[in-house]
């Protein structure tokens, strides 16, 4: 434990720079261009903001076992020289096919997340949120953050796209989390900005406020891809009208405790009445 205990300060220390940094964007930019008139410290400010410092801890302490142990798993299964031929193209192609790949997998983790009924009670903290803005982006179960990383880490290492490097830190996935993390937060920002004929290529707040949307059944279960729409399109799910969602969340209810809410998925289900899930 005392060990730990300097690694975890570093660690709040990085967050909580992190933190500054993006309420310096996001603050003034949801004042200039706001898409719902509401609060910045708004209903659930003080819990989202323990779920944003659990987000930046939680996840590589909880991927790094499956992650090695899948790896090992699936080695004999990849042509060696495909796997070389991949690990070796340069880096931005390395980047790029990494990031394809990467969010075909978390695509699917997410998708899964919504259409199994025992990881949807993890996932459902997510889309609780009454509101949308910036700091929605980091409410979610550690259980929910690890697993859709985990299905789009997978890939990237399985093909050789990512490399586990003893000595040194491969940028490549490191860069691709930390881009999808940063586009996490402008895509759930309170924000009416939209990007026109190219809202098909890169997400928007309007493609994932519409994938919180309680609307209606029909236009819930959409748009899961975190950064490329176009995924979304390939395999069905994609939905984005010109108009912006009117009512997010849903129905099925969750505590407002934060202890609570990391319980709430181990204890017994009283009754499905989860809106979310097909
Ligand atoms: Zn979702
Ligand atoms: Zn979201």
Redesign the pocket.
Same mark, same amino acid.
């Given at each position: 434990m005392e060990l730990n205990l300097p690694i975890i300060l570093v660690d709040l220390f990085r967050l909580s720079v992190w933190l500054l940094i993006i309420v310096a964007i996001f603050l003034p930019l949801e004042k200039l261009y706001p898409l719902h008139k509401q609060k910045f410290f708004r209903q659930d400010f003080a819990v989202d903001l323990y779920y944003f410092f659990l987000s930046g801890l939680v996840p590589k302490i909880l991927l790094i076992v499956p992650m090695s142990l899948t790896a090992m798993l699936l080695h004999d299964y990849m042509p060696l020289e495909l796997h070389r031929q991949l690990a070796e193209l340069p880096f931005l192609a390395r980047f790029f096919a990494a990031m394809i790949v990467g969010e075909i997998g978390t695509y699917w983790g997410h998708r899964w997340m919504h259409e199994n009924t025992y990881l949807w009670r993890f996932h459902a903290i @997510?889309h609780s949120a009454p509101h949308i803005d910036w700091l929605?982006?980091t409410r979610a179960h550690p259980i929910d953050l690890v697993f859709p990383r985990f299905c789009g880490l997978l890939p990237m290492y399985f093909l050789g796209l990512a490399q586990p490097m003893a000595n040194q830190v491969d940028m490549v996935p490191m860069l691709i989390m930390l881009v999808g993390t940063l586009w996490g937060f402008f895509i759930?920002s309170n924000l009416r900005w939209r990007f026109g004929c190219f809202e098909w290529l890169l997400s928007t707040p309007a493609f994932?406020h519409w @994938?919180?949307t309680n609307d209606s059944h029909a236009v819930i279960n959409k748009n899961y891809a975190p950064l490329l729409p176009w995924v979304d399109k390939l395999f069905g799910t994609f939905y984005l009208p010109k108009q912006w969602p009117v009512k997010y969340g849903i129905d099925e209810p969750v505590p407002a405790n934060l202890m609570a809410q990391l319980l709430l998925p181990f204890l017994p289900k009283k009754k499905s009445t989860n809106s979310k899930s097909p």
């Amino acid at each position: 434990m005392e060990l730990n205990l300097p690694i975890i300060l570093v660690d709040l220390f990085r967050l909580s720079v992190w933190l500054l940094i993006i309420v310096a964007i996001f603050l003034p930019l949801e004042k200039l261009y706001p898409l719902h008139k509401q609060k910045f410290f708004r209903q659930d400010f003080a819990v989202d903001l323990y779920y944003f410092f659990l987000s930046g801890l939680v996840p590589k302490i909880l991927l790094i076992v499956p992650m090695s142990l899948t790896a090992m798993l699936l080695h004999d299964y990849m042509p060696l020289e495909l796997h070389r031929q991949l690990a070796e193209l340069p880096f931005l192609a390395r980047f790029f096919a990494a990031m394809i790949v990467g969010e075909i997998g978390t695509y699917w983790g997410h998708r899964w997340m919504h259409e199994n009924t025992y990881l949807w009670r993890f996932h459902a903290i @997510h889309h609780s949120a009454p509101h949308i803005d910036w700091l929605v982006n980091t409410r979610a179960h550690p259980i929910d953050l690890v697993f859709p990383r985990f299905c789009g880490l997978l890939p990237m290492y399985f093909l050789g796209l990512a490399q586990p490097m003893a000595n040194q830190v491969d940028m490549v996935p490191m860069l691709i989390m930390l881009v999808g993390t940063l586009w996490g937060f402008f895509i759930h920002s309170n924000l009416r900005w939209r990007f026109g004929c190219f809202e098909w290529l890169l997400s928007t707040p309007a493609f994932h406020h519409w @994938h919180h949307t309680n609307d209606s059944h029909a236009v819930i279960n959409k748009n899961y891809a975190p950064l490329l729409p176009w995924v979304d399109k390939l395999f069905g799910t994609f939905y984005l009208p010109k108009q912006w969602p009117v009512k997010y969340g849903i129905d099925e209810p969750v505590p407002a405790n934060l202890m609570a809410q990391l319980l709430l998925p181990f204890l017994p289900k009283k009754k499905s009445t989860n809106s979310k899930s097909p």
